[in-house]
């Protein structure tokens, strides 16, 4: 029996794949739970245009992705931290939500999820990894100065 897989299902295949199994693991259990359909002709005409679809769709947000990849290091980003008089070391430390709100008015919306900052504890200049696209990241250098 195959079956279109609607979601991923471990140590048999992941979503929108097309899986031998027998009848009663099929019919009994991926199908009532919802984790598959039946593989019929007219199934897998419509996997494959939906898959179709979403290449085109992807291709369009990694281009997108790479744009904003190729601006992001030419920003000229600057975070301000508390420190002591006459000192560099840095009370607390630099948040990502301080990371994406300073890129966010320079015009780029980065969702903070995918940034990764360094341990941030003195001034000084570092760089921030951004996740844009499961395949695009790019590395932004970024500058933390008194407040």
């Given at each position: 029996?195959?079956?279109i897989?609607?979601?991923d299902?471990?140590?048999l295949g992941f979503k929108?794949?097309?899986v031998s199994v027998?009848?009663?693991?099929g019919r009994n259990?991926?199908?009532p739970k919802g984790y598959g359909i039946l593989a019929t002709e007219t199934a897998v005409k419509v996997l494959t245009e939906n898959l179709k679809q979403q290449t085109k769709k992807e291709e369009t947000e990694i281009a997108e992705a790479n744009k904003i990849a190729e601006a992001l290091p030419k920003l000229e980003i600057v975070l301000k931290g508390k420190v002591a008089e006459g000192g560099t070391k840095l009370f607390g430390s630099i948040k990502t939500e301080q990371f994406t709100e300073i890129v966010a008015g320079l015009g780029h919306n980065v969702n903070a999820k995918f940034v990764k900052l360094p341990k941030i504890k003195d001034l000084g200049t570092y760089d921030a990894e951004v996740r844009l696209h499961r395949t695009v990241s790019v590395s932004v250098?970024?500058?933390?100065?008194a407040e």
């Open positions: 029996m195959n079956i897989l609607k979601q299902v471990e140590k929108n794949e097309i027998k009848n009663g693991y259990y991926l199908i250098p970024f500058k933390v100065i």
